[in-house]
């Protein structure tokens, strides 16, 4: 893949923490899902939706050696309500030793996942027979995409599909005002892989993409990723970015994504002390 402008503006940490803390952010604004500025962090509370991704933590900027008292102020409403937290720690977060600060509270590290990018243009391969990639406008459309990421992920709480349906309900204003765009696929005409594009810091930001085991290996992640960049070249977004397990890496670096960075996430609430 050509890139003109080159790979220096992909590294600014500025940029990078940008994009990052607007994409932890993503679910901001909608309704039942209130979103706290503190001078120290920014993070969403959102009752009675019991799932770390709505309950975040994120733009840390405070002294890691008063980290510890700050877990202890914020995480007691969360916990009273029954909800996990996720506390995003991005590059400057991390040199500043709050990764090591939050582990050391107890918290669950699942391990870090890296950032990558991709500017607009460059070739990307057509997606294969029989997978075709839509955009989600219909509540039944919906839950056929619930229910591949249920597949997908490995997990079957109806609550956690109720949560998903409140989330992108696309009868609702915040389900189709383009902020935060769900994709489809489907092999042969069953749904098989899903996908969403949001916006973050003005760009574009890959996340959920998922396959059904069965339909592995047949390029349906390739084609939904593909489907969510062209249409995040469409709307004008300068540059793409996704958060990619190790296992996920390569296929991205195959469709022209570049490892600029890398994000932690540690699951609370922590321990009690």
Known sequence: MT????????????????????????????????????????????????????????RLAMPPDTLPERVAAVEPA??????????????????AGLLDALRATGMRDPGPETVMARRPGGELPEPPAGV???????????????????????WSDPARAALMRGLYDPRLPH???????????????????????????????????GTLPAARGRGVGRAVTRAALHLSAERG????????SEMGEPLYAGLGFRSVGRIDHLVGPAPRG
């Open 3 to 58: 890139d003109p402008a080159g790979d220096a503006p992909l590294h600014d940490p500025a940029l990078q923490a940008a994009v990052l803390a607007d994409a932890a952010l993503a679910f901001s604004g909608i309704p039942g899902i209130e979103t706290v500025a503190e001078a120290d962090l920014v993070r969403t509370f959102a009752p009675g939706r019991p799932q770390p991704y709505v309950n975040v933590i994120t």
């Open 132 to 154: 075709a990639v839509r955009i989600v406008a219909s509540i039944e459309a919906l839950d056929d995409w619930i229910g591949v990421m249920a597949g997908a992920y490995g």
């Open 78 to 95: 969360y916990r009273a309500a029954g909800l996990p937290t996720l506390w995003w720690v991005d590059a400057a977060a991390r040199s």
């Open 237 to 244: 977004d300068p540059t793409t970015w996704l958060a990619a």
């Open 175 to 209: 389900g189709r005002d383009g902020a935060r765009v769900v994709l489809l696929a489907t092999l042969a005409g069953r749904p098989v892989g899903a996908g969403s594009l949001f916006r973050a810091a003005g760009q574009g930001w890959i996340t959920n993409i």
